[in-house]
């Protein structure tokens, strides 16, 4: 039987993709955050120009080395569990891994699939929003007294400091926000690929074409992120929690407090940044991962 279009196994490809990714995320993301835990924003380009304007360049840098760690193993894992529960669900329903999954069979395994990645990445999140929020002038801009040394210099170090202050809880605060953005956002990311790659695939065909998995990946990462956005937000909040400053009791006391003091719009800030990186990041995904999968099927196919 036919297979539904969507990612079957987990292969080298979940390097070259991240990486590509990662160049977008590490300039983008203390953007992100910055405006989902702080106020003093009015917008996008205020915080570009803010964050420039105190640490130059290397502000917009803060952060990443805890995403070039993880994120290829991350994303790696995440396409395997992906596929191997999506098989394992198949042959629970039909008795053979090869029959075509139906809607919420793919939505099951991306659900099960984000709860995955949430034990996996935490700990890194929670390095790369501290890192992210934590301000440190640069010497160019900076006033005549001393620069006091940055509590974090570095992410391990972050990861260090936060185990020892706060436990190891302290690594996986904001673990409940994590689960609720990432069991419903992976869900919705690849039941919309695979939905988009079968509708944009001519009768007759069995592999989207270039257009089908460009359009399909992009807009697939759009709503995943659209859907994600409030949950992300408050993630974002509660792991900028640190011992004796902490503002949140939960997941439920932020969220409460955070449109209490600013307002239902509060779970949407980081919505526009989050769509308009998605949209060419997760078109970039798919292509390269759809371009290796079906080399290596070809290498395979002539041995």
């Known amino acids: 039987m036919q297979k539904a279009h969507s990612p079957p ?85 039909y008795g053979t891994v090869d029959a075509k999954p139906s809607k919420l069979d793919i939505f099951l395994a991306g659900s099960a699939t984000g709860a995955v990645r949430v034990m996996l990445m935490t700990p890194s999140e929670v390095a790369k929003v501290r890192m992210q929020t934590q301000k440190q002038p640069h010497p160019s801009v900076a006033s005549p007294q001393p620069i006091s040394k940055p509590k974090y210099q570095g992410s391990l170090h972050c990861l260090k400091v936060i185990a020892k202050e706060e436990g190891f809880g302290g690594l996986y605060k904001g673990c409940s926000a994590l689960l609720c953005r990432d069991c419903s956002s992976s869900a919705v990311y690849f039941l919309t690929y695979s939905v988009l790659c079968d509708w944009l695939t001519p009768v007759g065909k069995n592999k989207p074409g270039f ?14 992120w659209g859907l994600a956005t409030p949950m992300d937000v408050i ?59 079906r080399f290596t099927d070809h290498l395979m196919n002539e041995k």
């Not at 977008?24 to 570009?48: A, D, F």
């Open 211 to 224: 257009l089908a998995v460009l359009l399909s990946g992009g807009f697939a990462g759009v709503l995943a």
């Open 235 to 293: 993630k974002s909040r509660m792991q900028t929690d640190e011992l004796g400053h902490q503002k949140y009791k939960g997941l439920v006391h932020c969220v409460r407090e955070s449109v209490r003091k600013e307002g239902v719009k509060v779970l949407f800030k980081g919505l526009g940044l989050n769509c308009i990186r998605a949209f060419p990041v997760n078109m970039v995904v798919f292509v390269t991962y759809e371009a290796v999968l």
């Open 9 to 93: 196994e987990a292969r080298e490809d979940g390097y070259l993709r991240q990486q590509t990714r990662s160049g977008w995320i590490s300039l983008l993301g203390p953007l992100e955050v910055r405006i989902q835990t702080e106020r003093c924003y009015r917008g996008i380009w205020h915080c570009i120009q803010e964050t420039y304007r105190t640490e130059k360049v290397l502000g917009f840098y803060k952060g990443v080395s805890a995403s070039v760690f993880t994120v290829s193993l991350i994303s790696s894992v995440s396409f395997g569990t992906y596929r191997n529960f999506l098989r394992n669900i198949c042959k629970l329903r």
